[in-house]
Structure formats: C-alpha cells, structure tokens
T-cell receptor, first 112, second 114 residues
Framework: SQTIHQWPATLVQPVGSPLSLECTVE??????LYWYRQAAGRGLQLLFY??????ISSEVPQNLSASRPQDRQFILSSKKLLLSDSGFYLC???????????FGDGTRLSIL | KQEVTQIPAALSVPEGENLVLNCSFT??????LQWFRQDPGKGLTSLLL?????REQTSGRLNASLDKSSGRSTLYIAASQPGDSATYLC?????????????FGPGTSLSVIP
C-alpha cells in the first residue's frame, strides 16, 4: 500500500533562518506531488505541485521554493523565513486527476 | 473564479443524530468533488470522491451527493459517533487538466457530544 511521510511534525524557527521540509511517498511510482499551506482559520492554499522529477510549478509568488530531486521525494525550502510563513504545511500525492489526493500528517511551522 | 464555501462553519450534535454538511461552489463546471476529514493537527483523509457524472457516493455511514447545476454537495453522516468529531472539508477539481487547481472550502468543524 501507499504511504506518505512528512517531517518534522513541528518546527520553531527564528525569522531569517532557512527552512527545509521533506515529504516522501512509498508504494507508488511517478505520483503527482503537492505542497499546501493551511493558515489558521483559512482554507488550504496550493503552493507548489510537481508531475515529475525536476518539474515544479508554483501557484503563488512567495518566499518559498520546492524541489523534487527523486521520483517520490518533494522538498519545501526557504532561504530566509518571514513571520508570514507560519502555518501548517501539508504534502499530498495523487496517482491521477480522477483519483483522490492523499495527505501527510503535516508540519506545524512557527516563526519567532 | 471558482469559490467554495461550507456552511455551517461549526456544528455540535448529540451522539446518534443524523446530520448533513453542506458545500457550495460558484462554477458548476467541475471535474470532481471530494470530501475530506481532518483531525486536529493532522493531515486530510479522503472520504469520498464524486465524479461530475455521478450523483452520489456512499461509504459506510457516509453518503455524499452532488448537484452540479445548483453548485451544491452534501455529506450525510448517519448515526453520528464521538469519533466522527473532526473538521470536514470539500474540494472541487475544475477540469480534467487542472488537477493542480483543486480548490478547498474552509471546512465545517463537527463535534459529536456523547
């Protein structure tokens, strides 16, 4: 069966520090991969998606970047975190458009 | 621009009651609609996915319906249990080629009181 892992579960970082969140999927090949942010009291916002290794599309201009160095690995990064980067970050995968997205357990990011 | 809303924002019911959660979308041209469950501090779990050609989907005590023409979907939960307490989100996929544009509603927070 397929599984998705995100780490760390929680992270507290100072403003201006770098960021690296990792997401890996097991049990499937060539998944579509997604990074979402869920801010308090707001819905999920799609940040990045990827249809293959090295292929990254961004939905909104922001302080973050994403990379997909391997088929089942998706990384969210920042060189310098801002206070506004605080939130709950969710990674997801899907096999095809007509199949559900499956989410990881998320990373709670707090910026001080 | 597609917008997804969910009413009510929060709902509290006694155990055993049947309940309905509502999801509305402004553009009826959708490819599919999904219902998710999110427990506090956790990711989303897919509950049901309805293709645009379907009217409803069922899984156990859950039944989701879709009325594209009116831009509405409902999630019916029968015989609610305390374990059903969570936030329920609906999400629409606009078209077959825009899987990256899945739009989520803000969610309904459900509390089932023992």
């Amino acid at each position: 069966s397929q599984t998705i892992h995100q780490w760390p579960a929680t992270l507290v970082q100072p403003v201006g520090s770098p960021l690296s969140l990792e997401c890996t999927v097991e049990g499937t090949s060539n998944p579509n991969l997604y990074w979402y942010r869920q801010a308090a009291g707001r819905g999920l916002q799609l940040l990045f998606y990827s249809v293959g290794i090295g292929q990254i599309s961004s939905e909104v201009p922001q302080n973050l970047s994403a990379s997909r160095p391997q088929d089942r690995q998706f990384i969210l990064s920042s060189k310098k975190l801002l206070l506004s980067d605080s939130g709950f970050y969710l990674c997801a995968w899907s096999a095809q458009i007509n199949q559900p997205q499956h989410f990881g357990d998320g990373t709670r990011l707090s910026i001080l | 621009k597609q917008e997804v809303t969910q009413i009510p924002a929060a709902l509290s019911v006694p155990e055993g009651e049947n309940l309905v959660l509502n999801c509305s979308f402004t553009d009826s041209a959708i490819y599919n609609l999904q219902w998710f469950r999110q427990d506090p501090g956790k990711g989303l779990t897919s509950l049901l996915l309805i293709q645009s050609s379907q009217r409803e989907q069922t899984s156990g005590r859950l039944n989701a319906s879709l009325d594209k023409s009116s831009g509405r979907s409902t999630l019916y939960i029968a015989a609610s249990q305390p374990g059903d307490s969570a936030t329920y989100l609906c999400a629409v996929t606009p078209s077959e080629t825009s899987y990256d544009k899945v739009i989520f509603g803000p969610g309904t927070s459900l509390s089932v009181i023992p």
